[in-house]
């Protein structure tokens, strides 16, 4: 049989016996499957009842490293911000003083109601209606309203501050294999995770020290 490549042509068939056209589309199949960069596909075309094998393209050349790694940031930061805010907005377990505990919804309209809320007890209220997630309505002490605003903030600045030292990290990683590696939720290298570690820590002095000041105030 002669060697089916491009310029190759044969009869077509009649009948339901296709073995002509079975070859030469496995051999078209396994050069496209194993065509290197630069070598041109192949195609069959079936004209004046006649099949013939013939060349198009070209395979592309593969992605510089380079050009993988910038693909792979622009991924890999998407995927960090869609994962900090379902972290997020998934919500917080709320341990009360009495040992209750809680789950609240923390979606963008949820964040501003507890913001609300917080801003009530304030303004000098000693209860509030609030509600858990999917519970009913109910009056909250101004120390519950106070343990609740302090963990919805505790976590969104855990999230966000996290997020961002990852999204540095993603940002200036130079080595391709890492990169692969890096996803929301793994251990930040030592110089981010100490950056994190000492916002945490001032952002928490700054939320206990509204939440003292509050409990100060409605002693009086």
């Known amino acids: 049989m002669e060697i089916i490549q491009p310029g190759y042509t044969a009869p077509v068939e009649e009948g339901e016996n296709f073995a002509t056209y079975d070859a030469i589309s496995k051999t078209v199949e396994e050069h ?3 065509a290197a960069p630069g070598e041109k596909y192949w195609g069959i075309s079936i004209e004046n009842s006649t099949y013939t094998v013939y060349d198009y393209g070209e395979v592309p050349m593969p992605p510089s ?5 910038e693909t792979m940031r622009t991924e890999k930061l998407k995927a960090a911000s869609d994962a900090c805010e379902a972290a997020i907005t998934s919500g917080i377990d709320v341990l009360f003083g009495d040992g209750r505990q809680e789950h609240f919804s923390l979606e963008v309209p949820d964040q501003s109601n507890i913001d609300g809320v917080f801003n009530a007890v304030m303004l000098g209220a000693t209860a509030y209606p609030y509600h858990a997630d999917g519970k009913q309505c ?3 002490s101004a120390a519950d309203i106070v343990t609740l605003y302090t963990a919805k903030q505790s976590a969104i600045t855990q999230q966000t501050t996290y997020n961002n030292a990852l999204r540095q990290w993603i940002r200036r990683e130079n080595s391709l294999e890492v990169l692969k590696g890096i996803s929301y939720g793994v251990e930040l290298p030592e110089d981010l995770k100490a950056e ?3 916002i945490l820590q001032k952002a928490k002095e700054q939320v206990e020290a509204i939440a003292k000041k509050l409990e100060t105030s409605q002693s009086r």
Do not use: H, R, W
């Open 32 to 34: 496209n499957q194993n």
């Open 65 to 69: 490293e380079a050009e993988q790694m």
């Open 138 to 140: 109910k009056l909250y």
């Open 196 to 198: 994190v570690a000492d």
